[in-house]
């Protein structure tokens, strides 16, 4: 089983990158889970001072990200940058063990938001995390208020999930074997 730890950079209920990660567990395919971090606007702000004996709610994010086969991300673009909640939640994950040369895809729900995704990146490849390609997308929700039923249904969208879920396994699978066949970034 490939477990998949989601995590939405907006920390608003109704978001459409959280409704989108919702739409993508709906959609799982056979030998993946995806389980959600919520708790990404709960942490306290990023010391350095903390990074060797760090709080407990950062024991806990840490723990999810090593307990998780690959990080699943979705992240709206604020002031054409990450949002500062999630900004600061990579940030306490810099120094950590768990967290370089994890395979992460990166799910966008508005095309719009192409500086965040720039920064994200540039952000994610500091960390050393590996970026599947094949198993980031990006659809438009923008000004949508779509259940993530509905874009589960969506002929345009589901395929897109479903492709790049099963990408993200494929290349989850093929590196736990020691046979990874498509290419990180």
């Known amino acids: 089983m490939v477990r ?17 990660l919702r739409a993508a567990e709906v959609l799982c395919p056979k030998g993946l889970s ?4 919520h708790e990404v606007g709960q942490l306290p702000h990023f010391n350095p ?13 840490r723990f ?37 040369g994890k395979p992460v895809a990166l799910f966008n729900a508005s095309p719009r938001a192409s500086h965040a995704q720039a920064a994200l990146r540039l952000v994610l490849e500091t960390m050393s995390a590996c970026i599947v390609e094949e198993a980031s997308i990006s659809v438009n929700l ?15 969208i589901r395929p897109l999930i479903v492709s790049a879920l ?17 290419r990180f970034r």
């Open 4 to 20: 998949l730890l989601a995590v939405s950079g907006s920390l608003r209920e109704a978001s459409s990158n959280s409704v989108l």
């Open 34 to 37: 995806i389980a959600h971090y």
């Open 49 to 61: 001072d903390f990074t060797e004996t760090p709080p407990e709610s950062i024991m806990g994010l």
């Open 64 to 100: 999810s990200i090593a307990h998780a086969d690959g990080v699943l991300i979705s992240c709206p673009e604020y002031a054409r940058g990450i949002p500062g909640s999630f900004k600061n939640m990579l940030d306490w994950l810099v120094s950590s063990e768990e967290f370089p």
């Open 142 to 156: 923008l000004s949508t208020e779509l259940s993530a039923e509905t874009i589960a249904n969506d002929p345009t």
């Open 166 to 182: 099963e990408a993200f396994k494929q290349q989850i699978d093929g590196k736990k074997s020691g046979l990874s066949s498509q």
